[in-house]
Every structure is written in C-alpha cells, then in structure tokens.
C-alpha cells in the first residue's frame, strides 16, 4: 500500500506546470486533488517518476459568470462546486453531481478538472459535462485551445490531452427555466461508484420537449450521448418518453464486471434514462 | 517540509510517497489517527486540513507543507474535551473506538460547513466513515447533541 518511490515538484503557475511537463517528460504525471492518482498509486498500477502538485494553484480555483456560461477553474473542488451560489442558481446538475462524488472528505481534495481528465467512462462528471455539452480549456506550450466535450474523451482513462498539456478550466452553459435536469445514479451502496448513470439536460416548452441531450455513465469505454432517445424526444410529447427511452442503449457497449453484466447495464440504462427524463420535465 | 500539526510546528524532511496518515502516526507519533483500508473509503484516518476534512491516507505529507493539520489529539483545549468528543461519549458513539477518531473529525468538519444538519443530512456526510461495531444511530444523536439540537 505504499507508491513506488517519486520526486515530488510542486507547481507555481500553469506556465510552470507545463514547463515542468516538458522538462520531466512522459514519466511525469500531474496531481491535482489526487482522489483517483493516490489510489492507483497505492496499489501500483501507476508509478510516475515525478509528480507535478497543481495543489497550491489557488487561481484555478473560481466559478466566474461570463454571461451565457458559467467558466469553472480546473482546480475547484468538488465540495465547492456542489456549493458554489452561481452554480446552483444556473447549472443545478452541476452542482447536485458534484456532491455525489465520495464523501465530503473526498470532494474536499477532488477537482473538477482532475476529474475529467482522468477520463473514467464510470466518473460522473464526464457524463455530466457531455450532456451540457460543456467545453473544457487546455493549455499546453503552444498556448490555450478549447475542446467540446464530444472530442474530449478518447476512450479509456484517455483524453484529447497531450503529455504537456494542462486543464485550465470548464465551460458550462447556463441553463434558462425551461430547461429541466436530472442526474440518475445506480449504485449498490452509497459512496459507490456507478454501475451506470444518466445525465439528461432537457429544453421544454409547453409541457413538451424541444430537445433533449443524455450522457450515460459506465456504458463504454467513454461517456457516451444517448444519441437515439435524444432523436426520438425531438418534439415529443411527455407520454412519448417510455418509448424514446427504449433506444438508450442503442449504440453503446457496456462491459460486464463483478458489478453487473453488459445486459443488466443496458436495461438499467434504459429504465433510469425514462426515470431521468421524468424527473428533468418536471424541474 | 514545515506543517503545524494540532498547533506544534514541525520540520522534517520525508520522503514524497510518505502518506499522510503514516507521517502523523510514524514520524509525530499521533496514533490517535487510525489506519483502516488505505483504500479512501472507510474514514478511519480523517484529519483536519485547515478546517475541512480530508483522508491522511490519500494525500502525501509533503502536500501539507505549509498547511495545519488537526488530529483527533487535537481537538480537546487546556484538557477539557471537544464538544463532539463529550457527545460522543454520553451518547454511547462509540464501542471499540476503532472509527472514533475519524467520525469526530468529519463530524467535526460537517458541523461548520452546516451547523444545524437534519438526520438524513448528518447520515449522508458521514457515508464515508465506517464503523463495524456501534450502529449508527448513536453517532447520530451525538453529532445531533452536538450541533445544540435535543437529540
Ligand atoms: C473513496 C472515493 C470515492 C469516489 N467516488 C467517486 C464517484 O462516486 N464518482 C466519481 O466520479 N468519482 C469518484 N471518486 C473520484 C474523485 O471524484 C476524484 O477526485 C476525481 O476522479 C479525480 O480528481 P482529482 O482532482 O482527485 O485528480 P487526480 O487524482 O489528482 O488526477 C487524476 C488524473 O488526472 C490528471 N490531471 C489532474 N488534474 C489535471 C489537470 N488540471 N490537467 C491535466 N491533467 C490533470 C492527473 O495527471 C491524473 O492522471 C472517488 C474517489 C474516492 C477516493
Ligand atoms: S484508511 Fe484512509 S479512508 Fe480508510
Ligand atoms: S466503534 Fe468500533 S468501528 Fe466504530
């Protein structure tokens, strides 16, 4: 239970990070809140040569308003998220997601940031992040770049990041009234990671749905849109839900594991997609 | 690295893979803080980083570097006990002991984040903390005593 032995730098600025990234090449590894990098270190299935400490960048740490969209630090920790007064009033399944991570004393080190670039198609916020169809800020040596979610995650435990690049913050849209939201989490005990999720951002008008947009969690090696149900709910009215629910699984590819089998997951997906759904017409 | 543990200033050089938990419970000597999984899950190491609760066993000692860090040894002043500990004690919180140490610290943290939480809230900021022998209930109704409310 103890890491492989490292050297240990710690990070001034992004610029610094970055600089610290080439220097040390690709046996260097960043740590932001450490919640998914210590663990892994621990049983040795990681064992980076040196770390990099994001920890003492303070500045990462806000939730700015810039107008259409909320502007979230890499560096802001769960716990802030999920209190945070601008994300509640403007991007409640935000919020509401990010107290679900752990426990608090897990969302008090977790960062937003470190959380998608870890890329683990069984995190939350990956799913979360796609539905909104949020943006995610990179920086690297040759400057900042932004990434939509749909190209951000590659597969497993690997993003669109190349090895000097850092995340610098994440943009989310700021939902009006009439977009209703629900974040669904099957899981066997509380604490526990999901066996699957659902993410659903709904546009409603009238009692109908315009559009909808659904991230599944823990159905493939990425997060993945639900992409048949969200055509099906085009227009549709609320007793067209069960139906448009029926194709969640459609396109995915669930594994099996000693928490449930790629069949059970596919109907688990298609039962809280319908339930996510319901709950995000009536928010 | 320089860190203030229970308001002691220390100075050591370690190793960077030296956990938390080890540092305060091997180097300092503070065994109050318990060891359980060393899997992030169970509590049993919760300190205090600042004011917030953290899990020792998933930071590295020189992370705290600068930092203040309180233990459970931490808590009691002029050797009257903290608050959460005399609840915990009147209200039968504890039997072996072995999660004690963590749940006051998280109960702890919990109470200033939300000083005055319902049941169902109080229930699900300690999911993180386990305990095997005692039931819940009674570490319920001491963060309960504790946050001023007759339990
Ligand atoms: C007991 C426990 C329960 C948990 N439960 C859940 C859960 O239910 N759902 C869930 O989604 N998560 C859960 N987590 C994981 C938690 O949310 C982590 O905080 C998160 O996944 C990783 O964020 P971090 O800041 O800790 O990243 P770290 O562990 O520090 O880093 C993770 C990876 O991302 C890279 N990285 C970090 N920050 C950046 C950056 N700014 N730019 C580029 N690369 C970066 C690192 O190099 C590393 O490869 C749990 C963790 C624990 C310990
Ligand atoms: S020993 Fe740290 S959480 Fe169990
Ligand atoms: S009192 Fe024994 S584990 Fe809680």
Redesign the interface.
Known sequence: ????????EVAESVDHAIELLGQHGEDAKLIAG??SL??IM?LRLAAPSV?I?L?RLDDLNYVRDEGDHLAIGAMTRH?DVH?NELVREHCGILGYTAGLL?????Q??GTLGGTLAHGDPAGDMPSVISALEGTIVVKGPDGERTVGASDFFKDYLFTDLDEQEVVTEVRVPKLSSDTGWSYKKFSRR??DWAIVGVAAVVEKSNGNIDSARIGLTSMGSTPIRATATEQALSGASPDQVAEAANSADEGTSPGTDDAASAEFRRHLARVWTRRAIEEALNR | MQVKVNGVTYEHEV???L?LVHYLREVLNLTGTMVGC????C?AC?VL?GE????SC???A??ADGREITTVQGIAENGDWHPMQTAFHENHALQCGYCTPGMIM?SI??LK?NPDPSEEEIR??????YCRCTGYENIVKAVQQAAGQSA
């Open positions: 239970m103890i890491p492989v032995a490292f050297d240990y450490g919640h210590i663990p621990r770390l400490d920890d716990r209190y752990g426990d608090p004393s897990v008090h080190r509380s604490q | 190793e960077p893979r956990l060393n899997t992030s899950n509590g919760t980083l917030e609760s953290v899990k998933t930071m590295f020189v992370q998280a943290s919990m984040e699900e900021a300690l999911e993180g903390n």
